[in-house]
């Protein structure tokens, strides 16, 4: 469209000017897919919200790890790459490694993941709806199929509760529905099901088989991380291991690459999984599990509680304390996380013989499962420490 002089008050607009107006106008209008007609004078409206619902919507006709975008139908692109510009393109094509982009022919860009990071593969699965927007020099990947409920998610999970199996509450673990966050790559799963595994089998594909990493083997009074697993393209899936990383089962499950830590059982003297509830974060034993008996000493020293090894949890503790003489008894505890916050969780008076104190308490464990405790004045006659639960500290 030309570049139309203003015009005053008896200045004449030239046949030309006017129809290079309505050729503007009407192209907006056309390239939507409206036809022209005399009798709907709304069309431009429509057509104006045609563009704003769709401009931003490209096709792939690229290869792996080379996205070739081009609009749908025949609306217009854009004419460069401003900071900001929002594309989203279907493709057929799932990255294997490092991506770029080109968009209405405009150049080639790389395309790295929300946190500027390049693509390793996987993050653009086959038959995708993809999300990216340019960022002055990159596009970044907002969001895929694969991740689709990425945006607004600030949660590692939503959903996804652990459960003692109904049918096998010894042995066998729900891993119920929800989303989460992987913990090895930006991307968020959704698991549309709840998926049963059995501890006491190795790790097989599917619900109602084997969960443990087949290089762990099934013992009394022992830790199992739990994990939710996603494949490349979106399936889900859940296991057992003793890494907190997850190293021997992603070795099993090789072709679920992505993972997410969602908290830890434990076994009894005959190996069979405590019982336990799970809500958020929180995890509590059905039953106060008697871990400490006695052994303090007038120096902090540290006892192993019933918290998850191999990461920093918040300790749900219950402590009782008999004192069977006339003296007053305390006991001091403290993490080795933040050892100058020092607390007196039990303490006894004064005052007549066989006094008897109980106390619920919150304390940070150490990826050790470990706190300090030590006696005060007087070493209580005796002291019991149990667990009562934690609580999971993610993004550790």
Known sequence: ????????????????????????????????????????????????????????????????NAYVVNPLGTLSPITSYKVGTWVRFSTTNPNTGPSTINVASLGVKPILDAYGKALTGGEIPATAEVQIFYDGTNFRLISSSLSSFAVGMTKKFVGCRLANNASDLLKDIDFNSGYFRANNRPLVFKSPTTIVKQLDAVWAPGSGVGGRASAVGISPNTWYHCFYLASNTGTIDAGFDASIIATNLLSDAAGYPYYAYRGSIKTDGSSNIYAFYNLGDLFYWNALVNEINGGLTGAYTNFTIGTPPGVITEAYLNGTVEEVTTGASEVLARSNIVPNFVRSILESDNGPANKYSKNDFVILADTASQIQLRYGAVNPTTFVLRTTGYRQLYDQ
């Open 1 to 64: 469209m030309r570049d139309i002089p203003i015009k005053n008050p008896g200045d004449q607009l030239f046949s030309a000017e006017w129809n290079d107006v309505a050729e503007e106008l009407e192209n907006i209008i056309t390239s939507t897919g409206i036809t022209l007609s005399a009798s709907d004078l709304t069309q431009l409206s429509k057509a104006v919200t045609n563009y704003v619902a769709e401009s931003s919507y490209y096709v792939d006709s690229g290869i792996t």
